[in-house]
């Protein structure tokens, strides 16, 4: 008999999963850059109006990015792919945020959000849903991250960090 996919408990686990990533870059960014971030730790505020930090820093944890080069760049989300309708999310959230940092345990890249939204804007990224049907949005490759971010910060081997302004 096939096991039905819980998509609540999933949504769950990859919450926690996200907030263990805030959390590490946080630390890092504090030690490396001396920049003390805020973190937002109550669920009803980040649903409303604010993102990862008080400061206005939404992070987001790119699982596939090791794998494929590329980063995920996320306009619209549902929990459920049986749910109807999209709603915005990532770049196209109402919220304060106005960085954007994304990448994995390796690396981060710091993006002021309205370069992405521009780039959705222009027409030129090709839109496509992930493969769970819970997510819309467009690919960056490392290149193109690595030239048009703000800051790409690097954790070598969990002790050496470095990090380039673009």
């Known amino acids: 008999m096939e096991t039905k996919f819980d998509y609540k408990e999933n949504y769950q686990k990859l919450l926690k999963e996200s907030q263990e990533f805030v959390n590490y870059w946080l630390g890092i960014i504090q030690r490396k850059m001396c920049l003390k ?3 937002v730790d109550s669920e009803n ?5 604010l993102c990862d930090t008080q400061e206005g820093f939404e992070f987001k944890y790119d699982r596939k990015f090791k794998e494929t080069g590329n980063l ?3 306009i619209e989300e549902k929990r459920n792919p049986a749910q109807e309708k999209y709603v915005p999310s990532g ?4 919220d304060n945020g106005w960085i954007y940092c994304i990448g994995n345990y390796d690396k981060l890249f710091f993006f002021p959000k309205q ?10 990224a090709r ?6 049907k819970t997510s819309r949005g467009f690919l960056i490759d490392t290149l193109t ?3 048009t971010c703000a800051i790409e910060l690097t954790c070598l ?3 050496e960090e470095y990090f380039r302004c673009g």
Request: charge should be negative.
């Open 37 to 39: 971030l805020t973190p």
């Open 115 to 124: 370069e992405l939204v521009n780039m959705y804007n222009s027409g030129e």
């Open 91 to 94: 770049i196209l959230r109402e």
């Open 72 to 74: 995920w760049i996320e």
């Open 45 to 49: 505020l980040q649903k409303e109006i």
């Open 157 to 159: 081997d969990k002790t």
């Open 127 to 132: 839109i496509i849903e992930n493969n769970e």
């Open 145 to 147: 991250a690595k030239t």
